[in-house]
């Protein structure tokens, strides 16, 4: 028989561990705090060993909860992958691909009726997702530029896709500014992205005050409102810098590592999927 923790307190646990907070694991599981706080005191009383101890008004896990949550979190992501994978069986053929919903919307849906044109039998499902939360997603492949958080293991399966470039954008006003009047606007969960800027250009184009957005195409937004400059990959602009309701007065820059896909991990990459990441590399090699 095997020896397993409590299910429903571990599932506590992870999520606790994940977000760093008992209330936010308790939206998040849809329970109250009381009863998550319960499943950590019954995981911990099971186990014999405390879970956590205070950090000022937090919670930080004791070096051998962290040590556990490590274990745990690569179990639950692969449960979920394989999950996924099971339901998605009842979906029919395919390609299931995750990406970010502004690369999703800016770039690859209108690009969509091109590939449909050449390639009728195979379908496309997207997961569209903020960076923060995009994982595997239990798709056959995710795209995205920026994989520092994911493992070693998964960054060496990457696939390279196309080069990004990414400029930094104002309206034409803001332009104008000293650029210690012009403000910054950041992505609140791809924060290399203006580090890379600044040590690959030698400038710093906005030192004023920082504006953080969870979502790509909610900087651009802010951008064309005009409330400071915006780092962006040119494919998502194109409009925008084509009619002029955004500049790039300070140039553009290539990125480390460049766009990717990432296949999922344990199970091999169908001939539908590998078909759609041909014709991403031409398709991106075109726009850029």
């Given at each position: ?10 599932r506590?646990?992870e ?64 449960l ?6 099971l ?19 800016r ?11 050449r ?9 569209m ?6 994982r ?9 530029w920026d ?13 390279p896709l ?23 606007i ?44 915006a ?24 990125f ?33």
């Amino acid at each position: 028989m095997r020896k397993l923790p409590p299910l429903a307190s571990l599932r506590a646990f992870e999520a606790v561990a994940r977000t760093g907070s008992v209330t936010r694991a308790a939206e998040e599981l849809a329970r109250t705090h009381g009863a998550v706080s319960r499943h950590l005191r019954l995981l911990a009383d099971d186990a014999g060993v405390e879970l956590f101890e205070k950090d000022g008004t937090g919670l930080r896990m004791t070096p051998a909860a962290a040590d556990f949550y490590a274990a745990a979190r690569s179990a639950f992501d692969q449960l979920e992958s394989a999950y996924s994978s099971l339901a998605n069986h009842a979906s029919g053929p395919g390609v299931h691909v995750a990406c970010s919903a502004t690369f999703a919307m800016r770039w690859l849906v209108p690009q969509l009726a091109v590939f449909y044109r050449r390639h009728p039998d195979i379908r496309i499902r997207l997961s569209m997702t903020s960076a923060r939360e995009m994982r595997n997603e239990g798709a056959d492949l995710l795209v995205a530029w920026d994989m520092s958080h994911y493992t070693d293991a998964d960054q060496r399966r990457a696939i390279p896709l196309a080069p990004v470039n990414f400029a930094a954008v104002c309206v034409p006003a803001c332009a104008k500014l000293p650029p210690g009047k012009r403000v910054r606007i950041a992505h609140e969960y791809t924060s290399s992205a203006w580090n890379q800027w600044e040590i690959k250009t030698g400038k710093s184009v906005a030192r004023g005050e920082v504006l953080e957005f969870p979502h790509t195409h909610l900087c651009i937004e802010a951008a064309l409102s005009g409330l400071g400059v915006a780092l962006v990959e040119k494919r998502l602009i194109t409009r925008e810098l084509a009619d002029g309701t955004l500049v790039a007065p300070f140039g553009s820059v290539e990125f480390d590592e460049g766009l990717r896909a990432l296949p999922a991990a344990g199970r091999r990459m169908n001939a539908q999927a590998e078909v759609f990441v041909a014709w991403l590399r031409d398709a991106l090699a075109d726009a850029s």
